[in-house]
């Protein structure tokens, strides 16, 4: 059985992670009302590992006999002033998740948990990639300078991401 104050964490995290979902379709949306495709594809993936990120907590949860208590999810900012800004907002936002994470495997440290302890190392090294995923993108966008030939072909390259679904249990 799990401890409530860890339920209680998670529960949390799960509409941290949906709230990152829903983030990331924005973002996508935005990308794609300026006729860039390309992000807009990668931002659909991030999407959608978003809500497999919520997924394995939710059924780590159910495995370890917890309830499910999900909350409404923020209502997501849907204007920036460029497409830099964009990833800018997902970097920090991944940050933000990050500590959210470390916060978690604190209190599961703390609690002796140590199945908990064991589900969260993937989050951790799962967000040294989320994190870098977002840096490479920044960086390219900064040596691009406004160049629209280099933001076409960044374009074209970030369009070829693909969805590569998480196996979960359950």
């Known amino acids: 059985m799990i401890k409530d104050n860890i339920l209680k964490a998670l529960n949390k995290q799960i509409n941290k992670e949906l709230f990152s979902a829903y ?29 497999d990120h919520a997924m394995k907590f939710y059924n780590y949860v159910l495995e370890r006999g917890g309830k499910i208590e999900l909350a409404a999810i923020e209502k997501p900012k849907n204007k920036w002033l460029s ?3 964009v990833f800018e907002n997902g970097y920090e936002h991944e940050q933000i ?39 490479e993108i920044i960086d390219k966008l900064k040596l691009l300078d406004g160049d629209k030939r280099g933001l076409f072909m960044l374009d074209k390259d970030l369009g070829q991401r693909v969805y590569v679904p998480l196996i979960t249990k359950n």
Request: no cysteine; charged share 25%.
């Open 97 to 135: 998740i990050t500590e959210s994470i470390n916060n978690l495997m604190d209190l599961a440290v703390s609690e002796k948990d140590y199945a908990t302890i064991n589900m969260l190392q993937w989050y951790i090294d799962e967000q040294v990639e989320e994190e870098s995923s977002f840096l």
């Open 83 to 85: 497409i830099l800004e």
């Open 23 to 51: 983030l990331y379709l924005s973002m996508s949306a935005y990308a794609e009302s300026k006729g860039l495709k390309g992000f807009s594809q990668w931002l659909k993936v991030q999407y959608q590992e978003e809500l």
